[in-house]
T-cell receptor, first 113, second 112 residues
Framework: GEQVEQLPSILRVQEGSSASINCTYE??????FPWYKQEPGENPKLIID?????ERKQTQGLIVLLDKKAKRFSLHITDTQPGDSAMYFC????????????FGTGTLLSVKP | EAAVTQSPRNKVTVTGGNVTLSCRQT?????MYWYRQDTGHGLRLIHY???????QIGDVPDGYKATRTTQEDFFLLLELASPSQTSLYFC???????????FGPGTRLTVL
């Protein structure tokens, strides 16, 4: 089936630096790319998303870039804080209807003070 | 914020046991989903539904059945549980395409 590859699986950064997570997808029909943050013991929550008619979106220290030709999208967290430590999942909409999402395998981000 | 609840929150059963996981959303969302979360695999879609009476097969459906009895309620059934189905199960709902999926708190299932 369709897959979304997400790298790295573990990311350790120093507080105040930036962190980047990269994802690639297979289906050229994918047109919606959300990012979810999951804190320990909690459920995933949407933090930012981008549609295929955009190349860049920014909100509250988060930047998402989309390269449709390369089937690649990325999340950049600027000025990381310890509160950013969590699991992050990228996702891409599957082909067809129903808002089916295919999730990446996750990146565990650790921000050291 | 959309409310999605799941029950039970924890469940232990034995191999071959019969388990039903329940999910309810109270925001009249059309779409509901069942995922399992396993380390190294992320979130994988088991079954989903467009509305009451509708069922769509997800990416890892083997060993699972599902039923959407009402707009609000979506059930996941494991009729012959196996240890490979030990996992954290999330239910989610959303109103339409390009909209946020709201996740429930999760059910941790252990099959001995």
């Amino acid at each position: 089936g369709e897959q979304v590859e997400q790298l790295p699986s573990i990311l350790r950064v120093q507080e105040g630096s930036s962190a980047s997570i990269n994802c690639t997808y297979e289906n050229s029909a994918s047109n919606y790319f959300p990012w979810y943050k999951q804190e320990p013991g909690e459920n995933p929550k949407l933090i930012i998303d981008i549609r295929s008619n955009m190349e860049r979106k920014q909100t509250q220290g988060l930047i998402v870039l989309l390269d449709k030709k390369a089937k690649r999208f990325s999340l950049h967290i600027t000025d990381t804080q310890p509160g950013d430590s969590a699991m992050y999942f990228c996702a891409a909409s599957g082909g067809g209807s129903g808002n089916k999402l295919i999730f990446g395998t996750g990146t565990l981000l650790s921000v050291k003070p | 914020e959309a409310a999605v609840t799941q029950s039970p929150r924890n469940k232990v059963t034995v191999t071959g046991g019969n388990v039903t996981l329940s999910c309810r959303q109270t925001n009249s969302h059309n779409y509901m989903y069942w995922y399992r979360q396993d380390t190294g695999h992320g979130l994988r879609l088991i079954h989903y539904s467009y509305g009451a009476g509708n069922l769509q097969i997800g990416d890892v459906p083997d060993g699972y059945k599902a039923t959407r009895t009402t707009q609000e309620d979506f059930f996941l059934l494991l009729e012959l549980a196996s240890p490979s189905q030990t996992s954290l199960y999330f239910c989610a709902s959303t109103q339409n395409n390009y909209a946020e999926q709201f996740f429930g708190p999760g059910t941790r299932l252990t099959v001995l």
